[in-house]
């Protein structure tokens, strides 16, 4: 629960800061204007920082135009979106049909978006009262499925990798420096590499009987995430210094609790990264899930692809938006609050200068 | 308490002594489920791949119902006399060349823009720049392809025909319009020329954050120093900066080159390699070969050939580059 909120006061934070960021270039502004009439700046000095944050602006804006248009077309269902009348679709035809679509008719949340209702069951066979859910005879939906894999993913990802990654970093044993070296040689290998043994994957897992296994699949990926996780998180508890462990020893602090109370609390940030990249690779990953999975089982990912490829030449762009936009929230939210995270954590510790 | 942990303490003193390697070594222990894992999803197929790639399978059910007969390395001799194979060869190469060039660029230019001294809000900037990094491939891809359409009024097609308005309304000479619509995804070079923005666009994110990073650790110091002795902007550049991010830019250019030599969602989305095969990335080619022309075999030949490309290639890296630094240090 802590966790729980402690993320909400990290969003919360971020979102003070924001709204309070237009407050800040007010004062920006009026301080350029004070130290242009007092003299201290030139015209010229303060016109140039005035350029060079529009070119900054300007520049931001043109990245992520593909964002800004997908979203506006989002907000388009029922109109054609490549017309005559320009890019963006007229914003007086906005509506939330598209939505509506993805939440009450596409398999995103529900098979074919019948909701159902919960239902008490007095005396049912699962205990004296049960809870069920009731109504929908199609059974639960992509949502489910995505989010099955990702528990799995993330569950044996950190199991493995947090313990590995302190090994690495702190321990000496049998082996290390070759199975590190081998972890660095597999780090971009990982996505594309699935794809490349997918011929494989799938007479393996056929042999198995593997396939349609939602348990499985999240393993793989798992698996997939793994050289590149641990390394990054290595060469992160590398920057701890060796010292404030032996501080605590020193202090009387078990083995256990050095781990508790200064190599996890410090290594937070690279926790953060890892999280999301672990989560992105069970979250996104659709190739290998479209071939070993049968539809019942798909995850939203593969039920994106089915959008985006219904018709060859005519992706239903309205509705693709908004269940992509729906696809990608989450991700969204937790990268947004782990921003600061995600670049210390990326900084990769000893590969600067 | 004392007494039951000196037992505990004694029993694993005794498990240690069975144990096969010393006791300083129980470090293992915590590496090795993630190595069996890797080694059973990860390595496993490969090897198994290379098994495949020795046979004639000609679809799944030939190779796991062994309906297929080992024939060596015919694949591969097959393979060096398909032009198909180098024409897929060639073009990944170019595509990871071409791509990595503009991909640096660009991403230290905008490095370089969100950190400068006089750009406000660079913060707020940084953080909507590399937003792209946390969206997932098959969305982007997709909303790149669509912006990228063939049609009359797909967005770039739109783009470029306000553009020639503007020209011709300023009487520009005729070379410097364009003949719209430009068929983005169905020309040899035009496709090319999608997959390379693509890709620059995927990969930048994350190069910026590695580049920027890198930048916040030069001390101000060193800038004030370089601009009191007189040093202009590119000078400083020069002999500040670039010093600076030389590490962390080939760094990154490693990472990513290699993520895109197996690039497959962004040729297989926008046009399945197409048009004609012409733009077929090796992983793309293996992988039709195998889904679309059911040659398992000729497949697995191919993308064994990609995979030892791909690890010769970061072993070359790993060694010269200085990738596994921490590695070393015992």
């Known amino acids: ?353 | 308490m004392a007494s039951s942990q000196l037992d505990a303490g004694d029993g694993l003193s005794r498990l240690r002594s069975a144990l096969p390697f010393s006791g300083r070594d129980w470090g293992l222990l915590l590496v090795i489920p993630g190595v069996v894992l890797f080694s059973s999803f990860m390595l496993y197929p490969i090897v198994y791949l290379f098994y495949i790639s020795l046979t004639d399978a000609t679809f799944a059910g030939s190779v796991i119902g062994g309906g297929a007969e080992l024939i060596g390395l015919e694949n591969y001799v097959q393979l060096l006399g398909d032009p198909q194979f180098w024409s897929s060869m060639s073009t990944t190469w170019l595509f990871v060349a071409v791509s990595l060039v503009v991909k640096v660029f660009v991403a230290v230019g905008i490095a370089l823009l969100l950190n400068h001294a006089r750009v406000v809000g660079k913060r707020y900037m940084r953080a909507a720049v590399i937003v792209p990094l946390g969206f997932p491939g098959i969305f982007t891809i997709t909303v790149w392809r669509g912006m990228f359409s063939d049609a009359r009024f797909g967005v770039f097609n739109t783009l470029l025909g306000r553009y020639n308005d503007v020209m011709s309304s300023l009487s520009a000479p005729q070379v410097l319009l364009f003949d719209v619509p430009i068929g983005f995804l169905s020309g040899r070079w035009e496709a090319f020329f999608a997959y390379v923005t693509t890709e620059v666009w995927l990969a930048y994110p994350f190069m910026v954050i590695i580049i920027v990073s890198a930048l916040q650790d030069v001390p101000k110091s060193l800038h004030e120093a370089a601009m009191v002795d007189g040093a202009g902007w590119l000078q400083r550049f020069r002999t500040v900066t670039l010093p600076a991010i030389k590490g962390p830019v080939l760094f990154a250019s490693i990472l990513t080159a290699a993520t895109s030599f197996q690039q497959f969602l962004i040729p297989w989305v926008f046009n399945q390699g197409g048009p004609a095969r012409k733009n077929e990335l090796i992983i793309v080619y293996g992988y039709r070969e195998a889904i679309s022309f059911n040659e398992f075999g000729l497949s697995a030949a191919i993308l064994i050939v990609a995979i030892a490309f791909v690890g010769l290639f970061m072993l070359v890296a790993v060694r010269y580059g200085g990738l596994a630094e921490g590695v070393g240090e015992e």
Do not use: H
């Not at chain 1, 009262?129 to 499925?145: C, D, I």
């Not at chain 1, 939602?214 to 998180?233: C, E, M």
């Not at chain 1, 256990?256 to 990264?273: F, H, N, W």
């Open chain 1, 1 to 353: 629960m802590s966790v729980l909120r402690s993320f909400a006061a990290l969003v919360a934070a971020k979102l003070v800061a924001f709204a309070t960021a237009p407050k800040r270039f007010v004062v920006t502004v009026q301080r350029a204007i004070y130290d242009l009439r007092t003299g201290k700046r030139t015209p010229w000095d303060v016109s140039k920082s005035v350029l060079m944050t529009l070119f900054g602006f300007a520049m931001v804006l043109v990245l992520l135009f593909p964002l800004f248009w997908i979203f506006t077309a989002s907000l388009a269902e029922g109109t054609r979106l490549f017309t005559t009348s320009g890019i963006f679709p007229d914003p007086s035809t906005y509506n939330l049909g598209a939505y509506r679509w993805v939440v009450f008719e596409s398999d995103f949340f529900f098979v074919d978006g019948d909701w159902g209702y919960p239902q008490l069951v007095l005396g049912g066979s699962g205990g004296l009262v049960s809870f069920r859910w009731a109504g929908t005879e199609t059974g639960p939906g992509a949502v489910f499925n995505s989010l099955y894999i990702v528990s799995v993913t993330l569950a044996a990802g950190f199991g493995m990798i947090v313990p590995a990654a302190y090994a690495f970093s702190r321990r000496k044993f049998v082996g290390r420096k070759r199975i590190l070296y081998g972890y660095v040689l597999f780090t971009q290998i990982g996505a594309g590499l699935s794809i490349a043994t997918l011929v494989a994957l799938y007479s393996l897992f056929s042999s198995y009987g593997l396939t349609n296994n939602l348990f499985v699949l999240g393993l793989f990926y798992a698996a997939s995430a793994i050289p590149f996780n641990t390394w990054l998180l290595k060469t992160y508890m590398d920057n701890i210094p060796v010292s404030y462990e032996e501080a605590a020893m020193v202090d009387g602090a078990s083995f256990l609790d050095t781990i508790r109370e200064v190599i996890l609390p410090l290594t937070k940030p690279g926790l953060a990264v890892v999280l999301i990249f672990v989560w992105l690779a069970g979250w996104n990953e659709f190739i290998i899930a479209q071939t070993l999975l049968r539809p019942e089982n798909y995850p939203l990912s593969v039920e994106l692809y089915n959008i985006a490829t219904e018709g060859r030449f005519s992706t239903p762009w309205t509705r693709f938006a908004a269940f992509a936009n729906l696809f990608a929230l989450p991700v969204a939210i937790v990268y947004f609050a782990a921003q600061r995270s995600v670049e210390d954590g990326l900084s990769f510790g000893g590969m600067e200068g």
